[in-house]
């Protein structure tokens, strides 16, 4: 890495935790100095001595069309000359949340946070709220961000750590949390308020659902009373119009978004059925609340991203990733590399061997082989 970089991340190291405001972005699991970004367009960065890279990572989701994009970059120069933040509603809330319900089947209501953490931690207190009932079920090398309850058994960033659990998080604040395999319906009774899962899990890998898994989930249940999450920060308004819940047929109770909907922007989501959704403040007893909630820049650059991917979009975004795909594919054959590379719509892993995981324990098998990229 160049002298500027180092000097930055020097700098950085002094006065930032890590030099970093984000684990991940250390390359703690992968070595080296991180580069710094002067400026990105399109699907490049370039880093502050000028050195441009194809941009792989594009914030981890956010950047479905590329960096700066001129229509996004134009809606939020509009709504920042009207103001930045009012704490008060404004009209683009009302159509986001409208374009949201719209294209989910299934989502009736929609409440927006600033980040896809707020909008697990809002869901599963919600999901408790609702039910009465303490108890939550989530699936070993899923993230569903650093929420206390949530971080047990993690993948993303908590799996590249190295990290078991978190330090700081109390034998209580998980003693509700049931952790499951994942791909393996688990046995639910009347204590357990909510099953969180990301219909595909990307945050070990890319591991898919296998047949009958997702459905087997909405099954459970509702033979138990218990509310279906989907966490589809990553594949909400990715895998399609509809989401992970549209393309695999299985309708949850509740949803969470991020990443995409923001356009590049802070913004997070919550959302599901009406008779679910009315226990929240105002209406009732379950508290949720953000100043920043609804940001006008923020809900701008994610209605211009939304109008952007129509159907076509969508096809396309498969396409190219099955391109990539195919191109891995012969370039690991052609070096006499085993590798299988599994693809869910625009979404692809990559694992060394002849076999993909399909839950954690597998997954982590390889990661500790050296058989699985780190990023």
Request: with cysteine; hydrophobic share 45%; net charge negative.
């Amino acid at each position: 890495m160049t002298d500027v970089n180092r000097a930055l991340f020097e700098r950085a190291q002094r006065v930032i935790p890590g030099g970093v405001n984000s684990p991940v972005r250390a390359f703690g699991s992968v070595g080296g100095t991180p580069y710094f970004v002067d400026r990105a367009d399109g699907a490049y960065v370039w880093d502050v001595d000028g050195r441009r890279y194809i941009d792989y990572v594009q914030s981890y989701g956010p950047g479905i069309l590329g960096h700066a994009h001129p229509a996004i970059l134009e809606a939020i120069s509009v709504a920042a000359s009207r103001g930045t933040s009012f704490g008060a509603p404004t009209e683009a809330e009302v159509v986001m949340a409208e374009m949201g319900v719209e294209r989910i089947a299934g989502l009736e209501s929609i409440r927006f946070v600033s980040s896809g953490t707020e909008a697990t931690m809002s869901a599963i207190r919600l999901a408790r709220g609702a039910t009465g009932r303490p108890g939550i079920v989530k699936f070993a090398g899923c993230y569903h961000g650093h929420g206390d309850a949530l971080l047990a058994a993690g993948g993303s960033g908590v799996a590249n750590q190295g990290l078991t659990g978190c330090d700081g998080v109390t034998a209580g604040a998980v003693a509700d949390t049931i952790v499951a395999p994942y791909n393996v319906v688990p046995e639910l009774d009347g204590t357990v308020a909510a099953v969180i899962v990301e219909p595909v899990a990307a945050n070990m890998g890319l591991v898919a659902p296998a047949p009958g898994f997702l459905e087997g989930l909405r099954a459970a249940c509702d033979a138990s009373g218990s509310l279906l999450v989907f966490d589809e920060v990553i594949t909400g308004f990715r895998l399609g119009r509809g989401g992970a819940a549209g393309r695999f047929g299985v309708t949850p109770d509740l949803w969470c978004f991020g990443k995409v909907i923001g356009g590049g922007l802070p913004v997070g989501a919550f959302g599901g059925r009406w008779d679910v959704m009315e226990h929240l403040a105002p209406l009732g007893g379950v508290y949720q609340g953000g100043t920043l909630s609804g940001n006008p820049l923020a809900m701008a650059a994610g209605r211009a991203t939304l109008e952007l991917l129509d159907n076509g979009a969508f096809d396309r975004l498969t396409a190219t990733s099955q391109r990539l795909a195919d191109g891995l594919t012969a370039a690991f054959k052609g070096a006499g590399l085993e590798a299988v590379l599994p693809r869910v719509g625009s979404l692809l892993g990559c694992f060394f061997g002849d076999v993909a995981p399909t839950d954690f324990d597998e997954a982590k098998v390889l990661a500790d082989n050296g058989l699985y990229p780190k990023v």
